[in-house]
């Protein structure tokens, strides 16, 4: 009897202490039971927090880059490097005043500049701006792997602002050459170029609007407006889009203050490049329509007075004597308003229009002569080229 109850008392305790054992076990090891952990608080910050901090982006999301776009075309831009010796006088001293005018004399100085260009055939054609190689007695083009060659100038045509030279060194990279016509507003475009001698700069934009004229950079304006950064020294370089694909030659950049840029640069698209390219390495200049006289827009004063749309319409400042339109009859004030019979809309929409017309060719003009409507046929002749120093 005394034996069984040391056994019971036996058994509760270890009963007692297996649950207690399995307790703590269970306690310490909820999975073992099936059950979730107990929530704990983890001093983390929100997901949408973090996506919303400027410039972060989610843990694994690549984050958009040009690099393969610049790495596509950068090397076939190159730096321009031109200098041209200036004769000036030298100023006149007090003995000058005082015993007559002496024999003058004159001193010369080496006056540099810089800009840029691109390569785009393995022939070594450069374009460039016309104003960058302007007058310039030698012209030197580093490239992106540090070559350095003296080019020569292949042809100029002020008249759009573009420039042809030719580099004559083996192993050139190219640049691929896009469309223009297919820009829209809000695509994305790098300019890159040599802005104050800091060569290979990438700047990044978009195109902020295409077919700017009448900014009075050139006689053929059609220009690509871009908030990319254009600076000193960009002119003549590349505008690509997202692809790497040349778009445009940057040209100008608007600063009407004296506080800096305004972030509005104008660059040449690609399509009129290629045109006056592929006539200048053909033909040496470029060939275009003209008819002997100078065009205005018309003020709303003069349209009121003549009774018609301000957007309508050119006037006749300034006409050359023995032109096909003098010969025609046309007279400075005469009013032109159609074109082959289609409206003239104005002065650079005349100009560009008669431009492309074939020398030899007739077209239809209609406008008014004191008042009094007129409808001639002009014989177009070719345009006359500006003349351009060029280097031999």
């Known amino acids: ?60 999301v690549a984050l958009p880059s040009f690099a393969d776009a610049v790495a596509r075309a950068a090397p076939a831009v190159v730096n321009v490097y031109t200098a041209r010796v200036v004769t000036e006088r030298t100023q006149t001293t007090p003995l000058d005043q005082l015993f007559g005018d002496y ?59 573009i420039a042809i030279l030719d580099l004559s060194i083996g192993n050139l990279p190219i640049m691929p050459m896009g469309r223009s016509d297919t820009l829209r507003v809000g695509d994305i475009v790098l300019a890159i170029g040599n802005p104050y ?19 009075g950079l050139a006689t053929f304006e059609n220009f690509i407006q871009t908030d990319a950064a254009i600076n000193l020294g960009n002119s ?25 840029p305004e972030g509005i640069g104008f660059a040449i698209p690609v399509n009129l490049v290629r045109g006056v390219m592929e006539q200048i390495l053909s033909k040496g200049h470029v ?61 650079q929409d005349l100009v560009s229009r008669v431009a492309a017309l074939e020398p030899g060719a007739s077209v239809e003009v209609t406008g008014q002569h004191r008042r009094q409507p007129f409808k001639i046929k002009i014989k177009v002749i070719e345009r006359p080229t500006r003349q351009v120093q060029q280097q031999q």
Do not use: C
């Open 1 to 60: 009897m005394q034996s069984a109850r040391v056994l019971m008392s036996f058994l509760l305790r270890a009963v007692i202490v297996g649950l207690a054992a399995a307790f703590l076990l269970v306690w310490w090891k909820p999975a073992l039971l099936g059950a979730a952990p107990p929530r704990q608080r983890v001093a983390t910050a929100p997901v949408q927090s973090v996506a919303m901090r400027p410039g972060a982006a989610p843990r694994g």
């Open 103 to 161: 024999w003058p004399s004159y001193r010369q100085r080496v006056e540099r500049s810089l800009g840029s260009g691109v390569i785009v055939d393995a022939e070594g054609t450069i374009v460039t701006n016309q104003h960058v190689i302007a007058g310039a007695d030698s012209i030197r083009v580093q490239l992106a792997d540090g070559r350095i060659a003296e080019a020569t100038i292949t042809g100029q045509d002020p008249d759009t602002d």
């Open 197 to 215: 001698g800091l060569s290979q700069t990438v700047t990044q934009g978009i195109v902020s609007a295409t077919g700017r004229g009448q900014l």
């Open 236 to 260: 003549g370089g590349a505008l690509i889009d997202a692809n790497g694909d040349l778009v445009g030659i940057n040209t100008a950049v608007l600063n009407r203050t004296s506080g800096g």
């Open 287 to 347: 060939v275009r329509g003209w008819l002997g006289f100078m065009p205005q827009d018309l003020s709303p004063e003069q349209s009121a007075q003549l009774g018609i749309n301000a957007d309508g319409g050119v006037i006749v400042v300034n006409i050359l004597v023995k032109s096909p339109a003098f010969e025609a009859g046309v007279r400075p004030g005469d009013l032109i308003t159609g074109l082959n019979g289609d409206p003239v809309k104005s002065a």
